[in-house]
T-cell receptor, first 114, second 114 residues
Framework: NAGVTQTPKFRILKIGQSMTLQCAQD?????MYWYRQDPGMGLKLIYY???????DKGEVPNGYNVSRSTTEDFPLRLELAAPSQTSVYFC?????????????FGEGSRLTVL | KNQVEQSPQSLIILEGKNCTLQ??????????LRWYKQDTGRGPVSLTI?????NTKSNGRYTATLDADTKQSSLHITASQLSDSASYIC?????????????FGSGTRLLVRP
């Protein structure tokens, strides 16, 4: 009963490096989301997807890219990492649109950019 | 501007005591309000979801109240346990541009001491 699985849990990047945060869910949810959580702040939506092949920007998309080739997977790509991208990243999924149904979160990926 | 404010920022109580966390929001049009529990280093987990017509909802020792007129919610924890030590996040769902959006509070960090 895995739910939402994120990898890696921790990562340190140098400025300018790129990486991909992986997210997979086994609940057959159509909707998937990426959030970032900064100290003392509420979660902010980066990107979301309403189904395979469909993605859209959230509140803070700059510096990130996503793809959704399958229902299960929703990777988040960071290009040219910057210190401002130091944060904890959460992937989530839901059966329907985020305001209507329960959100299930992964355990988070802590990223530090030095 | 849609906002969710939580108070206090942090709280320390003794095991076995009760406590109440507050959430005030300026979100319109309102769809629902959720409370999440986030253990350190983990993803948020849902405690309750309340719609406009619900003013109380319980989940074990957790009881959430909602006053849609004053735009206030509270989360009451009864007979606290050490495992209640966590951040508690209030989230309000808004209807915007024919879609739904979640606005996250910054959370209340609760520490339960023996």
């Amino acid at each position: 009963n895995a739910g939402v699985t994120q990898t890696p849990k921790f990562r340190i990047l140098k400025i300018g490096q790129s990486m991909t945060l992986q997210c997979a869910q086994d609940m057959n949810h159509n909707y998937m989301y990426w959030y970032r959580q900064d100290p003392g702040m509420g979660l902010k939506l980066i990107y979301y997807s309403v189904g395979a092949g469909i993605t859209d920007k959230g509140e803070v998309p700059n510096g990130y890219n996503v793809s959704r080739s399958t229902t299960e997977d929703f990777p988040l790509r960071l290009e040219l990492a910057a210190p401002s991208q130091t944060s904890v990243y959460f992937c989530a999924s839901s059966y329907s649109g985020e305001g209507k149904s329960e959100l299930f979160f992964g355990e988070g990926s802590r990223l530090t950019v030095l | 501007k849609n906002q969710v404010e939580q108070s206090p920022q942090s709280l320390i109580i003794l095991e076995g005591k009760n406590c109440t966390l507050q959430c005030n929001y300026t979100v319109s049009p309102f769809s629902n309000l959720r409370w999440y529990k986030q253990d350190t280093g983990r993803g948020p987990v849902s405690l309750t979801i309340m719609t406009f017509s619900e003013n109380t909802k319980s989940n074990g020792r957790y009881t959430a109240t909602l006053d849609a007129d004053t735009k206030q919610s509270s989360l009451h924890i009864t007979a606290s346990q050490l495992s209640d030590s966590a951040s508690y996040i209030c989230v309000v769902s808004a209807v915007t541009d024919s879609s739904y959006k979640l606005i996250f509070g910054s959370g209340t960090r609760l520490l339960v001491r023996p």
